[in-house]
């Protein structure tokens, strides 16, 4: 195996900002005197090829410069090559970076971490829609914030969170509870009428909103968050508890572990890491201790080095 460290930048994540985190984490690298072999594509189709080039060079590491759906979008190589990777957060939420202590606000920092780090082995999750599959490393989400997030990618305007919070009110207006249907870890399927889902390795998603609070993605366990059928009023008066994470005390919130969660539902969507990977039924498992991530040190308790 090569010394050298693959470079994976994506300029376009975070609306532009990974160009300017592409920059700084590169001189840092540089500065330490590091070798480094520079990769960038902009779309999953370039990103694909170009870890396939990268891995095929035999790196002591893979950094990746963007955010959870730049991620999530080469995972499965990433899972195969079996090496070390380090995160340089460039997207939009970066809820995997707040999982794992990451520097989500300085590249330099985080690039740091791809020399001085230690390596954490964290479990990825996986959804099976139909015919497809498709790994993921935060919270998938079905229900209503899932319908929000297929809201937005449809809106060609306004820019910004502006989009987003149309995208909210469009989904409120027409807010009605989903008939799921969900089985746990091979349970017979229960009929459970509600506004969300949500199926965590992580605890949040959408910049920080701990919706899955305490979820760990090194326990080899999936955090299942349900919320019952809520009016419009009560929705809006569940989000300042689940923005500070004390939504579990409310009686309309159900939570508990998991490792395998099945779900269907008459016009479901199933998102995560951003990203649209199913409908209408899904099953969402985990792979235990599957990705090797380069972390801050001191490491945390449940921190175990590769090997």
């Not at 994506?10 to 840092?28: F, I, M, T, V, Y």
């Not at 080469?74 to 079996?82: G, K, S, T």
């Not at 899932?146 to 969170?161: C, D, F, I």
Request: hydrophobic letters at 45%; proline letters at 6%.
């Amino acid at each position: 195996m090569s010394t050298h460290i693959a470079v994976l930048t994506n300029p376009s994540a975070g609306k532009g900002r990974g160009q300017s985190a592409a920059e700084s984490a590169l001189e840092r690298l540089r500065e330490r005197g590091a070798e480094v072999r520079v990769y960038t594509g902009t779309t999953v189709a370039e990103a694909k090829g170009l870890v396939a080039q990268a891995i095929a060079a035999q790196p002591a590491a893979i950094v990746v410069i963007g955010g959870d759906g730049t991620l999530s979008g080469i995972l499965d190589d990433l899972v195969a090559a079996a090496l070390p990777v380090a995160l340089v957060p460039a997207g939009t939420g970066n809820d995997l970076a707040r999982a794992l202590a990451l520097p989500r606000h300085d590249p330099a920092a985080a690039a740091d971490v791809a020399l001085d780090g230690v390596a954490r082995m964290i479990d990825v999750g996986e959804i099976r829609s139909g015919a497809a599959v498709a790994a993921f490393l935060t919270i998938a989400a079905l229900g209503f914030d899932a319908k929000v997030s297929e809201r937005t990618n449809r809106l060609r305007w306004p820019h910004g969170a502006l989009r987003y919070y149309l995208a909210l009110v469009i989904e409120l207006m027409r807010l009605q509870p989903l008939r799921f249907a969900v089985s746990v870890d091979g349970q017979p399927l229960q009929e459970r009428p509600g506004t969300l889902i949500a199926v965590g390795n992580t605890p949040s998603y959408g910049g920080g909103m701990p919706v899955c609070i305490g979820a760990d993605p090194s326990d080899g366990m999936l955090d299942l968050v349900e919320v019952a059928p809520l009016s419009r009023i009560r929705l809006l008066r569940l989000f300042p508890l689940l923005l500070r994470g004390s939504h579990f005390a409310r009686r309309e919130v159900a939570h508990r572990r998991a490792r395998t969660v099945h779900v269907r539902a008459p016009g479901l969507v199933v998102y995560a890491d951003g990203e649209r990977l199913g409908e209408d039924e899904c099953t969402i498992t985990v792979r235990p201790r599957a990705l090797t991530m380069l972390t801050p040190y001191p490491a945390t308790s449940d921190v175990r080095a590769r090997g």
